[in-house]
C-alpha cells in the first residue's frame, strides 16, 4: 500500500508570506498528525486530525493551522512566515489513535527567506 | 505534562561495537513506548514498540529495547552496529489506554559509525 504522500517536498518562501502543505495519509488511516523537525528542538507536535476535527494541538501560535478532508487528507496552514518558520515539517497517519504508532511521510522542507 | 530524555545527542561508534542509547520518560501512568529511526535523507521509520507484555522488546535490523518501569526508561541496543545503522534515533512516548493522545518525541541522538 502507499506509503504518507507530502507534498511539495521543498519550498522556499519570503517572510511574511503563507504557505499550505498537503498531506495524503495511508488509506483507511484517519488520524493525521503534523510534527515540525528543527535541528536544536527536534520533533515538535503541531496539531492532530481525526474524522475532520482537530482532537489534540501543541504549543505553536495561531499562524499555524490545519484541517483534514473527508477522504482524511490534511492540510496545514502557516501564515504571515518568520525565518523561525524554516524547518521540515512531517506528517503522520495512524489508524485511529497514535497510541499505536505512526507511519511518517518524508517530509516538506520549508525555507523562509 | 509528559517528557522524553535523551541522554547522548551524538555518540560515535565503531562497527562491531555495542550500542546502548539512553531513553527516559516523565508520565507516572500507563505508557506506550517507541523508538524511531531516520536513516540519512529518508523518513522516520518505527524501529520498535512497547505497548505491554514482556519489557524486551525486539525490533527490525537486530535492535531491542527494554522497558524498566521502576526506571522510566526505554534504552534501546544493538550487540553488534554496522555501518549502515548511522542515523538518528528518537526516542517516543504516549499516554496508554488513551485515545487522541498525541506522541512526545526526545530530541534524537545521532550515531555515527566509523567503518
Known amino acids: 500500500k502507499a506509503g504518507v504522500t507530502q507534498t511539495p517536498r521543498y519550498l522556499i518562501k519570503t517572510r511574511g508570506q503563507q504557505v499550505t502543505l498537503s498531506c495524503s495519509p495511508i488509506s483507511g488511516h484517519r488520524s493525521v498528525s503534523w510534527y515540525q523537525q528543527t535541528p536544536g528542538q527536534g520533533l515538535q507536535f503541531l496539531f492532530e486530525y481525526f474524522s475532520e476535527t482537530q482532537r489534540n494541538k501543541g504549543n505553536f501560535p495561531g499562524r499555524f493551522s490545519g484541517r483534514q478532508f473527508s477522504n482524511s487528507r490534511s492540510e496545514m496552514n502557516v501564515s504571515t512566515l518568520e525565518l523561525g518558520d524554516s524547518a521540515l515539517y512531517l506528517c503522520?497517519?495512524?489508524?485511529?489513535?497514535?497510541?499505536?504508532?505512526?507511519?511518517f511521510g518524508s517530509g516538506t522542507r520549508l525555507t523562509v527567506v | 505534562a509528559q517528557s522524553v530524555s535523551q541522554h547522548n545527542h551524538h555518540v560515535i561508534l565503531s562497527e562491531a561495537a555495542s550500542l546502548e542509547l539512553g531513553c527516559n520518560y516523565s508520565y507516572g501512568g500507563t505508557v506506550n513506548l517507541f523508538w524511531y529511526v531516520q536513516y540519512p535523507g529518508q523518513h522516520l521509520q518505527l524501529l520498535l514498540k512497547?505497548?505491554?507484555?514482556?519489557?524486551l522488546v525486539k525490533g527490525i535490523k537486530g535492535f531491542e529495547a527494554e522497558f524498566i518501569k521502576s526506571k522510566f526508561s526505554f534504552n534501546l541496543r544493538k550487540p553488534s552496529v554496522q555501518w549502515s545503522d548511522t542515523a538518528e534515533y528518537f526516542c517516543a512516548v504516549t499516554r496508554g489506554y488513551s485515545s487522541a493522545s498525541k506522541i512526545i518525541f526526545g530530541s534524537g541522538t545521532r550515531l555515527s559509525i566509523r567503518p
Open positions: 512497547y505497548f505491554s507484555g514482556d519489557p
Open positions: 503522520a497517519s495512524s489508524l485511529v489513535e497514535a497510541n499505536y504508532g505512526y507511519t
